[in-house]
């Protein structure tokens, strides 16, 4: 039988909402699901079970109104929470306790979403890992920056959660736990109450075991239109393949890929090669300066007062960025802003791009989250993307295939991802 | 019996001036020690044992004049030499071969030096390693960037070699290697055609097995005044102990360097503390950006027409530094120039600060050539240093401990440097 925290988000608040279980009930198999795991996997910043029961416990009182009707979330702990601490990652933030709720906590609330913890962050969604570990072997990194987010829901211990983009923080780690991760166009959640690190990048994402249950709380979340993932039935989707720096991609990565494109071209969609270039590969640069001339202003209050409290890397990139003049920067945003226009001519013959999630299976140790390299142009485009699982490598860890739609059309991107998804299975 | 390769610069110089060696013979000797070590060390990016022959033939015939007197050298390649090629580490110059000798090379060829071949360097001297081992250990780096000088010298296979130093290129693979190295005051050695990373912070250094052989070696470079390694016979030096980011360091790193410490006091040095700040250690991070906006300045034409030849390291930190503006980058100068001038102050009551050379033993794997965090600020500074060895590590390996003067007291600092490696022995 399955028990009630391997249910999916859908399948849990449909049972919820007709009586067939309780938010308590399920809130109490996840937390089972905790006990047995957390040593292994640690995705934790925190968890008070006696406030997690509580919490579902008052949805099941309110009568689970919503569409999430009472299924527990992990919340990225760069995300504001009143009730819970926001470390950030980060010991300057030790005894941080926000006045109030992200605004994206807040719409999850209303719509009966039970956040059952803080989930495990680099610090400052940065550099420095958390102690979490890859579910699927504890001696792997499970991703970062949104790690516990990642790593729990891959390990069934939420179902749905919250994660934040500004390089690869979303879709590396959702890849390299075997989970789905869905960065949507730039500015579509908001960010109200997430702690900044690059203003023009920062992306707030989420983080399920299936296409399905993303979509649904992309609706829960109050977006419009409602994904319709059979948009594809009758007509699969036009494909892009495009791999730019297929030279930095492992053998596993791109055997997995190939057949994952070959199985989609069997189920009946039209599969076009795109060239990159090194002019397209170019926006990866850009990437990096923004988010150095961004971070160096984001993180400028941390770097004047608590110096001896950043590694050197943090302090580095801090001092560097904060020697980018803000025209300088702003040239370079423009120099962005004008890469986001002219490459959306990417989309004129495709639905959607298909590409890398990583250069393969996730690294061995914790010390590096890996190489956010297959995501940064796609962030600083601000494309909607979403990974799904495509197989394994040669370590038995997770691979994940990216699928990347043009900006505003996350809906339909969404579709193009679960028909993968069906294809795949 | 003491091979001739074996021999330090002054012995061997002094035997061929009496005529007891010749530049052949002692060629050949350090070339039969390349062929027994090369398969374990890799410390050549250009050696053809023919031209190094020739040349040493060609010094016996000449009468071996000078204070070199046919001694071989390793040049760094990194460093213009006209007979030879100078591929900078990099693909983008594999043909390169330039038209003139750089301005030390021709120095050292003045001086009856014989250069035997040209070393490996990371590329660029930055990041990116070379196939160059740890002569002591071939699973551990040799550090970088000046990997081949140093591994070459401590291996035996040359007594002299030249290398460079930006952030701790010089000081940092000395100690891992075991040999001596001598960072100058900033500007001391010529560097024309060196090839240029930052125009503020490059440094010409030496390598060699002895303070005295690079006391020698400087002083046939011609700098005045020749320095009298005896200076301290009489009166032993004041030395301050000074440790900025003693939390970076290793455990066997400390203990050795305290442990060093004792031994100066012992021998009748004055030792006083000197206490780091987080004020001084920012200089640090005014050593970073300076590097990041001069590289990006330097490797500005690699860049724009070889991309596609550089790590992702290397274009992300280039396109970052060419974001810091002129004037910005003038300021920070500003800064560290305001720095250079106050900071000398150290020197009132001490004739040299004794620091470490490195956080420890050199780390295993060729992948990252080890962490030049106790050398930035120096380097920043301008001031002489010089590393000596100092006991091993747990894994067997050398390391190091540093002796730093005021800037322009290169002969006192390496009179200092002289004494305490007596004592040390």
Redesign the interface.
């Known amino acids: 039988m399955t028990e009630a925290h391997e249910l999916s988000a859908v399948e849990a608040a449909r049972r919820i909402k007709a009586g067939d279980l309780t938010a308590e009930a399920l809130m109490r198999s996840c937390l089972d699901r905790v006990v047995a795991r957390d040593d292994a996997v640690q995705a934790w910043a925190h968890l008070d079970p006696d406030q997690a029961i509580a919490s579902a416990k008052a949805a099941d009182v309110a009568g689970n109104p919503g569409l999430l009707a009472g299924v527990p979330v992990g919340v990225k702990d760069i995300i504001d929470t009143a009730d819970m601490p926001t470390r950030h990652g980060s010991t300057i933030y030790g005894l941080n306790r926000p006045n109030a709720d992200a605004a994206i906590v807040r719409r999850t609330r209303d719509q009966g979403g039970v956040v059952m913890g803080k989930t495990v962050t680099t610090e400052f969604a940065w550099r420095n890992p958390g102690p979490t570990r890859n579910p699927h072997n504890p001696e792997h990194t499970p991703g970062g920056s949104s790690s516990g987010s990642a790593a729990g829901v891959a390990d069934r211990q939420f179902p749905l959660a919250f994660g934040t983009q500004t390089a690869g923080s979303v879709i590396r780690p959702a890849a390299f736990c075997g989970a789905v991760g869905f960065k949507p166009s730039v500015g579509t959640y908001e960010r109200a109450g997430v702690k900044e690190l690059s203003s023009y990048l920062d992306t707030v994402g989420t983080f399920a075991r299936s296409v399905g249950d993303v979509a649904f709380f992309h609706a829960a979340l109050g977006q419009a239109p409602t994904p319709d993932l059979e948009a594809f039935g009758d007509k699969p989707p036009r494909f892009g393949l495009m791999v730019p720096f297929r030279i ?1 991609a492992g053998a596993a990565a791109l055997s997995a890929f190939e057949a994952a494109c070959r199985q989609a071209e069997a189920g009946g969609a039209a599969v076009v090669d795109i060239p990159s270039s ?1 002019g397209f590969e ?1 926006l ?3 990437q ?2 923004v988010m ?2 961004d971070s160096g202003r984001a993180l400028a209050w941390e770097y004047d007062h608590h ?2 409290r950043l590694i ?1 890397f943090y ?2 990139s801090i ?3 904060r ?3 803000d ?3 702003l040239a ?1 945003k423009s120099e962005a802003n004008q890469g986001r226009a002219t490459q959306a001519a990417l989309f004129e013959s495709v639905d959607a791009i298909l590409t890398l999630s990583a250069p393969g299976e996730a690294p061995s140790g914790l010390a590096f989250t890996g190489d956010p ?1 297959f995501n940064r142009v796609w962030t600083l485009l601000g494309w909607p993307c979403v990974t799904v699982p495509c197989g394994h490598g040669p370590n038995g860890l997770p691979l994940g295939i990216q699928i990347v739609g043009p900006v505003g059309a996350d809906a339909r991107t969404l579709a193009a991802a679960a028909w993968l998804e069906r294809v795949l299975a």
């Open positions: 930095e090194t170019a990866a640069d850009l990096t300066v150095a001339g110096p001896e050197r302090r580095d001092a560097t960025g020697a980018i003049s025209a300088a920067l370079v390299l």
